[in-house]
Every structure is written in structure tokens, then in C-alpha cells.
């Protein structure tokens, strides 16, 4: 299944999350959206 799309003020939100430490598990309850649309816009953000 693919991944939800999120608002690009989510993945700013996720980038200063992950820029902080935080894992993909607490980014993911700290921004209501499924762990797994998480990974999946962390593994885009590590290819560019």
C-alpha cells in the first residue's frame, strides 16, 4: 500500500523532529500519522 500524503508542514515538522533525534516511532505519534508514512518520507528525505 503506498504511503499517505502528508501536508509540507508535516514534513517540515519531521525534519526538525528527526534533526533532534528523534525516532521514526515518536515522530510518528508526536504528528498523528502512521509510522510506516513516516519511514517512508524519511527514507525519500535520505535519498536527495
Do not use: F
Not at 503506498?2 to 508542514?9: G, L
Not at 515518536?26 to 527514507?43: D, F, Q
Amino acid at each position: 500500500m503506498a504511503a499517505k500524503k502528508i501536508d509540507i508542514m508535516d514534513v517540515r515538522q519531521l525534519i526538525q523532529l528527526k534533526i533532534k533525534g528523534e525516532s521514526n516511532r515518536s515522530c510518528s505519534s508526536s504528528l498523528a500519522i502512521h509510522r510506516n508514512t513516516v519511514n517512508y518520507y524519511v527514507r525519500q528525505l535520505k535519498a536527495t
